[in-house]
């Protein structure tokens, strides 16, 4: 997928340096935000949000475990790493307004490689309404590790913590589940298939679907936006990072409750269930395990279910319980099981 | 300096799992600021200034390129990682009030380790009166990485920033320079002997200041108080992380003036010039080019010479010219040589 880097002339990054590095990446950042006060190129970036409270979230994305560069071009990574934390800041009901990136790169990577990196940042950081405004580069004895901070701005009676969820609240879900856990089992396959013969060309036809939500996850903001719209504040909020399963268990712990799902409740695209036939996994087991989807999972007051349900985004998969420790899945066949956070590893030992 | 730990049971970090670890290594943080209204736990952590401006900083450490685990003990590692932070914090004037802490590990490392990696942080969190607020524990394929964002906040008119420099202010540093890179030239050296003879025992005495200043730099808090106590805000301000002359060129630089320095004004250490000389190094050329002292170097302006004077622990080096881009070095012969922004590697090639 980085094929066409052969034609252009590769800069070496010994001879830019680590300033003329970072100078050379952020020339051209323009500050978007009133609450941006100053950003690259001091010993620390200001901001001002002027009666909100702040709220700051962290990631870091090591090659080998995080991504592989063999099926990740540089711009989606790029874009990525910047989605997968402003995920986090809406998962607070907060709006995210700057990033601080940090890069330790190998000597073996090319400007460009890294401009192209830059490039997928900066194009989520315009989509999202976000400004770049500090970092550090160094290098790697290794491979590419990439650090985001991402800052944002929520008003105190309306930011949502994991721990507020109550007897009786629904749990709802945006978008559908499984699919970037299925484009991920793809690109793997091809790579298989391609580390055998290098010259069977990889095919996806069909999938562009789950293939996108594994390469380039858009982060919710739309969600964040509905609520503020129709007037609904979360009890409870998470982004699903982890997997359904897990990140549920997260919401239950931290606010003292238990849970019922519904497998038939369960958002799945339709490309996400041939996808798992075809590779022998239960498209339910991805969804709940998968991870990696960046919806937003949240409860609600049942006072608030006529607001939410005409929502074609978001979709209520079951209910709080009183009952702490305990949460519950209720199957297709109403076999009721216990939920547990298990992760992708676990998922693939299943097969 | 980790031999202690055999004795100890080592678990392993598998056991614990991501979360578990996390979980572990924060169990016992209490939040000390009024500020800090949500730490570790959620999508995010949560933030209230009340009428300051917020400052964000943010360093990534590499095992290899920014530290050497055969002589950096884990606990020093963590106070470092975290004083050094601060300093760009304290580099703006500011006060900084918390930090995340983002770790990438190999599966090698022990959660002992771990242990003492956080001991170091959380003492510096601790004597700074930092609260850890958030982060991220991941894997590594290859060493220990830590990414720390550190968080303050600072009157909008008591900031200071790089580009503030004018024509006949004073150019001042705290403390001694220097230091630090004698250390590490000493613990490199060593490294060395033990590598060609692992039953010799290395031989620092009389050079505890200098390892100190590399193994556990302290950032310069009580030069901020001392701001204040004195009623004077410097017009521009850096730390010194990578060295003297390459620092004050970046003032210079964005403030776009010259600046005259004079050697024989440079602050140091007996032990620096000592250990300097025992491996036939110019001291001078080591605190123009050492780097990682996180001393801060400010300017003032001349009408608050008198306010600066008797301060100890300033010494007043230098001024700032009105001839852009000209970096006057005078030497103690009297002699005027041009400041380059050379690293740590030109110094010992020099040598």
Same mark, same amino acid.
């Given at each position: 997928?980085?094929?066409?880097?052969?034609?252009?002339?590769?800069?070496?990054?010994?001879?830019?340096?680590?300033?003329?590095?970072?100078?050379? /990446?952020?020339?051209?950042?323009?500050?978007?935000?009133?609450?941006?006060?100053?950003?690259?190129?001091?010993?620390?970036? #200001?901001?001002?949000?002027?009666?909100?409270?702040?709220?700051?979230?962290?990631?870091?994305?090591?090659?080998?475990?995080?991504?592989?560069?063999?099926?990740?071009?540089?711009?989606?990574?790029?874009?990525?790493?910047?989605?997968?934390?402003?995920?986090?800041?809406?998962?607070?009901?907060?709006?995210?307004?700057?990033?601080?990136?940090?890069?330790? #790169?190998?000597?073996?990577?090319?400007?460009?490689?890294?401009?192209?990196?830059?490039?997928?940042?900066?194009?989520?950081?315009?989509?999202?309404?976000?400004?770049? #405004?500090?970092?550090?580069?160094?290098?790697?004895?290794?491979?590419?590790?990439?650090?985001?901070?991402?800052?944002?701005? *929520?008003?105190?009676?309306?930011? #949502?913590?994991?721990? *507020?969820?109550?007897?009786?609240?629904?749990?709802?879900? +945006?978008?559908?589940?499984?699919?970037?856990?299925?484009?991920?089992?793809?690109?793997?396959?091809?790579?298989?298939?391609?580390?055998?013969?290098?010259?069977?060309?990889?095919?996806?036809?069909?999938?562009?679907?789950?293939?996108?939500?594994?390469?380039?996850?858009?982060?919710?903001?739309?969600?964040?936006?509905?609520?503020?719209?129709?007037?609904?504040?979360?009890?409870?909020?998470?982004?699903?990072?982890?997997?359904?399963?897990?990140?549920?268990?997260?919401?239950?712990?931290? +606010?003292?409750?238990?849970?019922?799902?519904?497998?038939?409740?369960?958002?799945?695209?339709?490309?996400?269930?041939?996808?798992?036939?075809?590779?022998?996994?239960?498209?339910?087991?991805?969804? /709940?395990?998968?991870?990696?989807?960046?919806?937003?999972?949240?409860?609600? +007051?049942?006072?608030?279910?006529?607001?939410?349900?005409?929502?074609?985004?978001?979709?209520?998969?079951?209910?709080?319980?009183?009952?702490?420790?305990?949460?519950?899945?209720?199957?297709?066949?109403?076999?009721?099981?216990?939920?547990?956070?298990?992760?992708?590893?676990?998922?693939?030992?299943?097969?």
């Amino acid at each position: 997928m980085l094929e066409d880097k052969n034609e252009k002339p590769v800069s070496e990054l010994e001879e830019l340096g680590e300033f003329g590095l970072i100078d050379h /990446l952020t020339e051209n950042i323009k500050l978007q935000n009133k609450s941006s006060k100053r950003g690259v190129g001091d010993d620390a970036a #200001v901001i001002e949000y002027e009666n909100k409270q702040t709220v700051v979230s962290t990631d870091l994305l090591v090659e080998g475990i995080h991504f592989d560069l063999l099926y990740m071009p540089m711009k989606h990574l790029g874009y990525k790493a910047v989605a997968v934390n402003l995920s986090d800041i809406y998962a607070m009901n907060a709006a995210p307004k700057q990033i601080t990136v940090s890069l330790a #790169v190998s000597n073996r990577m090319s400007v460009e490689a890294l401009e192209e990196l830059y490039e997928g940042i900066l194009l989520a950081c315009n989509i999202y309404g976000v400004d770049l #405004v500090g970092g550090d580069t160094t290098s790697s004895t290794s491979g590419l590790i990439i650090s985001i901070t991402a800052i944002g701005e *929520g008003e105190k009676e309306k930011l #949502v913590y994991r721990d *507020g969820a109550k007897e009786n609240d629904l749990i709802c879900v +945006s978008g559908d589940l499984g699919g970037a856990f299925m484009g991920l089992q793809l690109l793997e396959r091809e790579k298989q298939i391609f580390k055998e013969n290098a010259q069977i060309q990889p095919d996806f036809s069909g999938y562009d679907y789950v293939l996108e939500r594994q390469l380039k996850p858009e982060p919710r903001k739309d969600v964040i936006d509905m609520f503020e719209e129709i007037g609904v504040t979360p009890t409870s909020m998470i982004d699903v990072s982890d997997g359904l399963s897990s990140d549920l268990i997260h919401i239950c712990r931290q +606010s003292e409750v238990g849970c019922t799902i519904y497998e038939n409740k369960i958002p799945l695209d339709f490309t996400t269930v041939n996808a798992a036939e075809e590779m022998k996994l239960d498209p339910t087991v991805c969804a /709940l395990n998968g991870g990696e989807d960046y919806e937003l999972m949240f409860t609600i +007051s049942l006072d608030d279910y006529e607001k939410i349900k005409d929502q074609k985004r978001v979709a209520v998969i079951g209910h709080i319980t009183s009952d702490k420790g305990s949460y519950q899945f209720v199957s297709k066949s109403e076999q009721v099981q216990e939920l547990s956070a298990q992760g992708w590893d676990a998922v693939l030992k299943k097969k």
